[in-house]
């Protein structure tokens, strides 16, 4: 009786230390608050992802400084995919907007990448951003973003 349960507990220590090592070392922004720069409009969660929606008047090039400023040096920007420049590219012809696309991925959780899609509209001067932060499955074996 006594070794069943000391051996329960020495897995529940062994599975919760093992996440905890897989984990800490992944640091996702938290966009909940917005960035420095941009107001947050609206949050989306579906599967795997997160997408947070932003309004800024920052253009392409200084809002990628600060995003890559909070993400730290764990992040590295990646080889865009071609189902990411197709959907940038659908969303700047919906909004009839100059579209700048940036992909960054984790250099140790290889699973993680964040998609930024900066949409600047050609008659006004304020933009929408669109960071999309997805974690799972499928992202490590992708041949395309090496």
């Known amino acids: 009786m006594y070794t069943k349960g000391a051996m329960k507990l020495v897995l529940l220590v ?17 966009c909940t608050q917005g960035l420095p720069g941009a107001t947050l409009e609206k949050q989306e969660v ?19 400084a600060i995003l890559k400023k909070q993400l730290g040096s764990a992040w590295r920007t990646q080889k865009l995919r071609q189902e990411d420049m197709i959907l940038a590219a659908r969303r700047g012809r919906a909004t009839g907007s100059e579209v700048n696309l940036t992909v960054y991925q984790h250099l140790t959780d290889k699973g993680a990448c964040i998609r930024v899609i900066h949409l600047k509209p050609k008659n006004r001067t304020n933009c929408q951003v669109e960071v999309a932060i997805i974690q799972g499955p499928g992202n490590p074996t992708d041949t395309e973003r090496k």
């Open 14 to 30: 062994l599975c919760s230390l093992s996440l905890y090592g897989t984990a800490k070392d992944l640091v996702v922004p938290d």
């Open 46 to 64: 579906s599967g795997n992802q997160a997408v947070f929606h932003f309004q800024t008047g920052l253009s392409s090039k200084k809002f990628s």
